[in-house]
């Protein structure tokens, strides 16, 4: 069958593209496409197959239309640079809704639009869209191609940066057509750059329709269809109807000396530190036990029960998309490693010698550059009122494979996931939470998982010491109502034959002086060490109101500088800052009403008596 399509005059590549035959007989999907591109009227449609040829064909179109800078072939072989628009360079919470016949089905906790308004909104929108521009076709997998695990989307966008992105962060390409067939269930992911004007900016799920509509953003999150949207927010709601669960988790195998090896996985919310967990390096005092580190994933886990009982996780993506600004060799070394080949970086400076350059990477910053916005920079640049410039975008990214990161596990292309023994909650937190605790049960750490908060410092995140609770880590992720989402978490639970233990860290526990009074980074091992021990009887820990916690010796410092004094404020639970924070976890949980689990409140009554009587 012939590719329906007009050709766009004198552009190279008119013979390969316009000959193109459609590479599937899936009848559904022909028909989607069609209908899309007539919506849309692109020039011509273009099926991507994954290939090395394609790759390189969109490279060389992106590098004449300005979309990518070829970096230094030497020093950064296969790397670009890319410059999004000003106004889009972060997720758009406010313009990012669910769209349900029911109101109370995407809950309190999503913005929400009846979804005959929603297509009425965004297909105006999308109406004329990719005048002028190709649009492609992405067929992508999350998860390994063929694992029960797994989903299959298709991309519909006119952005070349959204594809190779995509190349990057999914399985895509031919393979996924195979196993698609002639009538596979998949997600209809619709994305426009569109004129990138963000007061005509909508990034719309329809779980009901297992469809993703995403317009006005260039913006990896926004359009990435296969990452926040599909892994997270359907992929929550299809967990729910399913049975199994979309995590924003990383996934991480410690490998003891013996050569067995503990998976993990951990939820924290953005700027915790998630990718440096998923990449740790031991610390100096703890190589000589021969620790070695297995990244699956950094982002996101999709969780399903195994044939033997236990939760196995599997990473539904393939490449990073991290944040650049704070990383260097100190913080993250395996991450600067992953990075030096295949990678495409967002929004970063750009030096003469064709490197980048980033706040708080590695080595001075080039004396005279251009910075993220595309204009000339040099340090110490100030804009008119006199505040200094920043040269790259504080969300500046790299976009690697997984692939190329040192401690990349081989597993990540198992079918069957890896087995889970612990999930850690986590939280930024100054005070009020200890370094560590374990809940006493599945339903105790979902209620813990509920709980979760991050407090805004003056530095970072506006008012100073404001909670905002963002249980499980999935506040602007979870694709329902939260309250269901809760009562899924202790569906599973009962499921589940081997329960991994859950646990809550809190890596930023500040002592009087204000300072943090934990090292973090490679010395958080230790503290995993713990829960290992832990899930295996060897560690040992003290009963406390909140869970348990390690006994005083039983976490190994071996080679740190830490008092005594320092490691039991850390550990510290002051009974009257819980009861007062159990407070501000009732008013958050009001807002799901009668929705709310009975267990959740039964396990915050609980709490609460357990606080008051220890006092
Ligand atoms: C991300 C995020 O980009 O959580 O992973 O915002
Ligand atoms: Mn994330």
Redesign the pocket.
Known sequence: MQQVTKMAKGKEDKKAVSDQEIPTKHQKLIQWVNEMAALCQPDRVVWCDGSEDEKTRLERESITNGELIELNPKKLPGCFLHRTAHNDVA?TEHLTFICTSKKEDAGPNNNWMVPKEAYAKAGAMFQGAMKGRNMYVIPFCMGPVGSPFSKIGIELTDSIYVVLNMRIMTRMGSAVLKALGTDGEFTKGLHSKADLDINRRLILHFPEDNTIWSIGSGYG?NVLLGKKCLALRIGSWLGAKEGWMAEHMLILGIEKPNGEIKYITAAFP?ACGKTNLAMIVPPEGLRHKGYKIWTVGD?IAWLRIGKDGALRAVNPEAGF?GVLPGTNSKTNAVAMATMKKNTIYTNVVLAPDKTVWWEDGDGEPPAEGIDWKGNPWKPGTKDAEGKPVLGAHPNSRFTAPISQCPTFSPKMNDPEGVPISAIIFGGRRARVAPLVYESFNWQHGVYVGSQMASERTAAQYGKQGEVRRDPMAMLPFCGYNMADYFAHWLRMGQRIKKQPKIFHVNWFRTGSDGKFLWPGFGDNLRVLEWILGRVEGTAEAEETPIGYIPKSNSIDLKGLSLDQNKVQELLSIDSQEWLEDLKSQEEFYVQFGDRLPKEIRSELDALRKRLSRSQ
């Open positions: 997720r999150g953005s982002d998309f």
